[in-house]
């Protein structure tokens, strides 16, 4: 193996593994929710939750920045499968905080089993949250009748909520993983090659 190629390999091996664990981009119809009701787009910084992935009553913290003194803030959830949709819009509220005097909050909770929308629809108390990825918003509302998604952060995560680490990996990333796999068997034969050659009886 030459030099070029031994880069060559190196190069698409760095590359490959920095985006097989690179956060995949949110889904569309997130995107058409901070546009839907105004056309503005939220400019406040998304809110950062740990850890990123667990079952129902998973404990999770919640917290960013952004916000006025002494905000009230409505923290919700928006169901990122099947075009954002549970019942209608999968807007799961979270809870609710207030901003200290550097506008900065943190929520800590334990992740809700059931369906309960931030903007409110009758018959969701005994639906279940369904599995895959959430992400997140820190809303600037007093009551959650008043919320906006335009008005609030960018969206913050995913959290994916689910048992099997791997369920929710997007095509790409797995496309990408078969990338990684194969510049390391690459990589590999032509350093063994390499060694073959340089043991061969001349």
């Given at each position: 193996m030459t030099v070029s190629w031994k880069v060559i390999s190196l190069v698409t091996l760095m590359t490959a593994s920095q985006l097989a664990f690179s956060p995949s981009p949110p889904p569309r119809c997130i995107e058409s929710?901070?546009?839907?009701?105004?056309?503005?787009?939220?400019?406040?910084?998304?809110?950062?939750i740990a850890p990123s992935r667990g079952r129902v009553g998973t404990a999770v913290t919640i917290k960013g920045g952004g916000f006025p003194p002494g905000a009230h803030i409505v923290i919700a959830a928006v169901y990122a499968e099947?075009?954002?949709?549970?019942?209608?819009?999968?807007?799961?509220?979270?809870?609710?905080?207030?901003?200290?005097?550097?506008?900065?909050?943190?929520?800590?909770?334990?992740?809700?089993?059931?369906?309960?929308p931030v903007l409110?629809?009758?018959?969701?108390a005994t639906k279940r949250l369904p599995q895959g990825r959430y992400y997140l918003f820190a809303l600037p509302c007093s009551e959650r009748a008043a919320c906006s998604f335009a008005s609030g952060t960018r969206p913050g995560g995913p959290f994916v909520?689910?048992?099997s680490p791997g369920a929710w990996a997007t095509p790409v990333a797995g496309v990408v993983s078969g990338v990684f796999v194969?510049?390391?068997?690459?990589?590999?034969?032509?350093?063994?090659?390499?060694?073959?050659l340089k043991q061969a009886p001349r």
């Open positions: 929710l901070l546009a839907g009701e105004s056309g503005a787009r939220a400019d406040m910084s998304a809110p950062e099947r075009e954002c949709s549970i019942e209608g819009l999968g807007d799961q509220f979270l809870g609710s905080t207030r901003a200290d005097g550097r506008g900065t909050y943190t929520l800590m909770m334990a992740w809700p089993a059931t369906f309960d409110g629809r009758n018959q969701t909520l689910g048992s194969l510049s390391v068997v690459v990589l590999v034969a032509g350093l063994v090659r390499q060694r073959q």
